[in-house]
């Protein structure tokens, strides 16, 4: 079976940073597109950043380009969140969700990522 687990949340401060981690298991790492996703109280759940298999292109939101950055370490089964220049509005749990569907394909599609971890809640003080 496919696990997702998500680390690395936790409360900081607004202009802080914090690193989230998403440690894989059951399958190939390398087969999968890999994703990050949000969802905060009373909002449908967002797409926040997604990496290629190759790790050779990148996609993010709007809302976090030149703050969050994606990247990925095959040897280590697990993917990254950077997250710099913490906003309050960045409060949410975070998920890390995975799929072997072509990049083009899923690519930042919420829909279209079969699997999912359980979150880990990240929360950004004013």
Same mark, same amino acid.
């Given at each position: 079976?496919?696990?997702?687990?998500?680390?690395?949340?936790?409360?900081?401060?607004?202009?802080?940073?914090?690193?989230? $981690?998403?440690? @894989?298991?059951?399958? &190939?790492?390398? !087969?999968?597109? /890999?994703?990050?996703?949000?969802?905060? +109280?009373?909002?449908?759940?967002?797409? @926040?950043?997604?990496?290629?298999?190759?790790?050779?292109?990148?996609?993010?939101? %709007? $809302?976090?380009?030149?703050?969050? &950055?994606?990247?990925? *370490?095959?040897?280590? !089964?697990? @993917?990254?969140?950077? /997250?710099? #220049?913490?906003? +309050?509005? *960045? &409060?949410?749990?975070?998920?890390?969700?995975? *799929?072997?569907? +072509?990049? #083009?394909?899923? /690519? %930042?599609?919420? &829909?279209?990522?079969?699997?999912?971890?359980?979150?880990?809640? @990240?929360?950004?003080?004013?």
């Amino acid at each position: 079976q496919v696990q997702l687990v998500e680390s690395g949340g936790g409360l900081v401060q607004a202009g802080g940073s914090l690193r989230l $981690s998403c440690a @894989v298991s059951g399958r &190939t790492f390398s !087969n999968f597109v /890999m994703g990050w996703f949000r969802q905060a +109280p009373g909002k449908e759940r967002e797409f @926040v950043a997604a990496i290629s298999r190759s790790g050779g292109r990148t996609r993010y939101a %709007d $809302s976090v380009k030149g703050r969050f &950055t994606i990247s990925r *370490d095959d040897a280590k !089964n697990t @993917v990254y969140l950077q /997250m710099n #220049s913490l906003k +309050p509005e *960045d &409060t949410a749990v975070y998920y890390c969700a995975a *799929d072997t569907k +072509p990049w #083009s394909i899923v /690519m %930042d599609t919420t &829909t279209l990522f079969g699997f999912w971890g359980q979150g880990t809640q @990240v929360t950004v003080s004013s």
